[in-house]
């Protein structure tokens, strides 16, 4: 594909969403979409990474990660050749929005925020 002079190609893609683990599931959901129940699920794994940053990941986080592992996984033969410490930027403009709201709350109720719990809440905690 090529935009602007500028050329690239996709090796690998990957998907994560609870209670769609495989192709086949996420193929029914394609042919027929659902609304995907989130209500006591459990987050992805994330075995790729240290237990020390996955102890910190929060869902939304672990989400996007366990996507990101996938894709430079060695679990599938791509026709590529990946280096093995790929440069990867992930961003969010809100950080985990979820742990925002928990801080916007904790602000109302209290009138201060943890100078921990902002750290992890802001756009390049993940």
């Keep these: 594909m090529s935009i602007n002079s500028v ?4 090796a690998k ?3 994560w969403a609870p209670g769609l683990s ?3 599931a996420w193929q029914a959901w394609l042919e027929q979409a659902f609304m995907i129940d989130e209500q006591g699920a459990s987050p992805p794994a994330v075995a790729a990474m240290p237990a020390m940053l996955r102890r910190r990941a929060r869902f939304l986080g672990r989400m996007a990660l366990e996507v990101a592992y996938a894709c430079v996984s060695d679990e599938h033969n791509l026709p590529i050749d990946l280096p093995d410490d790929v440069p990867t930027l992930f961003c969010s403009r809100h950080g985990e ?4 709201i928990e801080l916007l709350q904790e602000q109302i109720r209290e009138g201060t925020v943890s100078p921990i719990g902002f750290s992890s809440a802001v756009h390049n905690a993940t």
Excluded: L
């Design 7 to 10: 050329h690239f190609s996709i």
């Design 13 to 15: 893609h990957a998907q």
């Design 22 to 24: 495989t192709d086949a």
């Design 97 to 100: 929005v979820g742990h925002s």
